[in-house]
């Protein structure tokens, strides 16, 4: 009996395990309502999932992960659901991801392709958004809601 409980075990805290394909170091600066943050991190991803690890001082202050569900500290909620606690209940639920993952936001709105990247302005009655992303630099403003993103490769 003991060792079917062993091997239920085993099994089911591998699937727990996730294995990211891409770890990068990165200088985060996060201002937001709820969060403000400004020191390195790792940011960790494969195709479907990113975690977000923030540390200050060599210590894991905060990790975020994101899935189906964004977990953080105090317990994983939806997407919109984060939205509307940490950052604004407008922003579309995948925005998040799409920051850590430099991807464009808003299904591409406003996309103009710069020689390194992208920029996206976007301007509604509850964001006033600047998003622009190079190689080596993600930036994310939103005026209105007074909430910036600064992801930036501590090797460029």
């Known amino acids: ?5 062993l091997i239920f075990i085993l099994i089911f805290s591998a699937c727990s395990t996730k294995n990211y394909e891409i770890t990068k170091t990165k200088l985060i600066i996060i201002k937001s309502p709820q969060i403000k943050f400004s020191d390195l991190g790792y940011l960790r991803n494969t195709e479907d999932s990113v975690e977000l690890e923030l540390f200050m001082a060599g210590k894991r202050i905060q990790k975020i992960s994101i ?3 964004i977990c953080v500290n105090e317990g994983c909620m939806s997407k919109s659901g984060f939205n509307e606690e940490y950052l604004n209940e407008n922003y579309p639920d995948d925005i998040l991801q799409n920051i850590l993952l ?4 808003y299904n591409g709105k406003n996309l103009e392709k710069t ?3 992208f920029t996206q302005r976007i301007s509604s009655l509850h964001v006033e958004i600047i998003y622009k992303v190079t190689q080596n630099q993600v930036f994310f403003k939103d005026k209105k809601n007074r909430i910036i993103f600064k992801i930036k490769d501590i090797n460029g």
């Not at 009996?1 to 409980?5: F, G, H, R, S």
């Not at 430099?102 to 936001?105: L, S």
Request: overall charge positive.
């Open 1 to 5: 009996m003991k060792y079917i409980l």
């Open 67 to 69: 899935n189906h569900l």
């Open 102 to 105: 430099a991807k464009p936001i």
């Open 115 to 117: 020689n390194n990247g």
